[in-house]
């Protein structure tokens, strides 16, 4: 029997809880051999709150989480870890047709890790609501209360340049991104 990738639709927001219980449970019952990993995908994203930056963590998929398991030759789950999986609270179905679990492809699997690897590996994304091009006003700063247009985001600055017009001529001006907000 080889391993394989499968979803497992979750109650949202419950992600972690299904993981660390299974996590937990497939300990507590010695099946690690049948299933090896239970992952829940996030990437750390930045955002500014009241003038603070913090950094939290954001669900890549949510309402899903990834489990590698061995299944038996006819496609079925294994009686003692279907139990296992289906009794734990939060958990909704496999992804799959007719009762039987679907295995992602090769190309999804290698996907969700390279995506798992490189948000553990990255400094945290800015999230900001607008774009190269938009309309923004200015929050903050001698600008305060004026209209550009954004010129070019440089977030791994933390930085957005705006187009101003000052006596009457349009210049670039270097902004902290969340002195900004769209129009």
Do not use: C
């Amino acid at each position: 029997m080889a391993k394989n990738w499968y979803v497992l639709r979750v109650q949202s927001n419950k992600e972690e809880t299904v993981r660390e219980t299974l996590d937990r449970k497939v300990k507590m019952e010695g099946v690690e051999d049948l299933l090896s990993e239970v992952l829940v995908p996030t990437e750390k994203v930045s955002t500014m709150k009241a003038g603070r930056r913090r950094v939290a963590e954001r669900k890549l998929y949510p309402g899903y989480v990834f489990v590698q398991m061995e299944i038996e030759p006819d496609g079925s789950i294994p009686e003692k870890l279907w139990f296992l999986i289906r009794e734990t609270a939060g958990v909704g179905d496999f992804i799959g047709t007719e009762g039987k679990p679907t295995a992602m492809k090769p190309h999804e699997v290698d996907k969700l890790l390279g995506e798992v690897e490189r948000s553990a590996e990255e400094a945290p994304t800015l999230r900001v609501n607008y774009a190269q091009g938009d309309q923004v006003r200015i929050k903050h700063g001698p600008f305060q209360d004026r209209e550009g247009t954004v010129d070019e985001m440089l977030l791994d600055k933390g930085l957005v340049r705006v187009i101003v017009e000052i006596f009457g001529r349009p210049n670039p001006v270097e902004l902290e991104y969340w002195k900004v907000e769209p129009v």
